[in-house]
């Protein structure tokens, strides 16, 4: 075999230090700098002629910087001789303008995929897109990874009497439904209407929640606005705990402030991002995750089986 290489953009430095002590490798060096004006500086520090590379960088906050440091270190490998180019990106920014929800607005998603490929990008590593068409805007591979097989273990070591599984909105029921079948659980539905961006209003629940102790599943959260105000509504339902599992934490604005006052008794989420502690908040691993998908991408193996 070729052999490959694992590369951390500034983003995910410690998640690339995770994954290759799972895959028993060195992280391959490269000097990443800025030029006094915040122009990105990148120089791979050692040879990959003819070898499979593997970038790791989350693209979230400051996610301009994070997007550019991705494209410059892909192009550095495109001109230094790479074999083949994988951006294994455990959060993908721009994912939530995935459409054009009014006139004269930019499908930012799309525009950002565009990037990835111009730049040299041969396929695309994620895990739990906002939205799963993302996949469509390329015109490379994308292994789109589900963040629900490492909330099910965590949640079952919880032993909860009589769990449930909720949606903290319409557009998240599909990924809810996937987790609730794969537990073998009921489903209920938190029904709100968003009036502008990052702020909701929770209307009322579909399905009974009385005595139940209710799991949201959600790809990610950001200010924990709709996170706080369901597990109210559902707690005004008659549920007896209310715990979210979001694999993205996001967590900008008054996200702690939310979780500090709010009725949202544990928050899980994974390490996508880099978070800071917080007493309600349990951070769970995928590094272990991505670790065997770069392994099975270089050795050409089934990447769906992992989740079947």
């Known amino acids: 075999m070729r052999g490959y290489k694992v590369f951390a953009g500034s983003a995910s430095v410690e998640f690339a230090k995770e994954i290759c002590q799972v895959l028993d490798v060195p992280l391959a060096k490269a000097d990443i700098k800025k030029f006094s004006d915040g122009e990105i500086s990148v120089q791979i520090a050692e040879s990959v002629r003819g070898r ?33 180019i994988t951006a294994v990106v455990p959060y993908y920014g721009y994912a939530r303008q995935d459409r054009k929800a009014a006139p004269r607005v930019p499908i930012t998603a799309k525009l950002v995929a565009n990037l990835y490929e111009t730049a040299g990008i041969d396929r695309v590593v994620t895990i739990d897109l ?11 591979p994308v292994d789109n990874l589900y963040g629900s097989i490492t909330f099910e273990t965590y949640i079952k070591s919880k032993n909860l009497k009589n769990p449930i599984i909720a949606s903290p909105d319409i557009g998240g029921v599909a990924r809810a439904r996937y987790f609730a079948k794969r537990m073998g659980l009921e489903m209920v539905i938190v029904d709100k209407r968003r009036e502008k961006a990052n702020e909701s209003e929770v209307m009322g629940i579909i399905g009974d929640v009385e005595g139940k102790d209710v799991i949201m599943i959600d790809d990610m959260v950001d200010t924990a606005g709709t996170m706080v105000k369901a597990a109210t509504a559902l707690k005004n339902k008659g549920a007896t705990s209310v715990m979210a599992c979001a694999t993205h934490g996001v967590l900008s604005g008054k996200a702690y402030e939310n979780l500090e006052h709010g009725e949202l008794d544990e928050l899980i989420i994974t390490n996508t991002l880099v978070t ?3 007493k309600n908040i349990k951070v769970l691993t995928v590094a ?16 769906n089986s992992l989740f079947s």
Do not use: C, W
């Open 288 to 303: 272990p995750l991505f670790a065997e998908v770069i392994r099975r991408v270089y050795h050409n193996e089934s990447v």
């Open 130 to 140: 906002h939205a799963g068409q993302i996949q469509g805007f390329f015109d490379i």
């Open 276 to 278: 800071k502690e917080h």
């Open 52 to 84: 499979d590379v593997f970038i790791v960088q989350s693209t979230g906050a400051p996610s301009n910087d994070n997007l550019m440091e991705l494209l410059i270190m892909t192009d550095a490998l495109k001109r230094s001789s790479a074999q083949s």
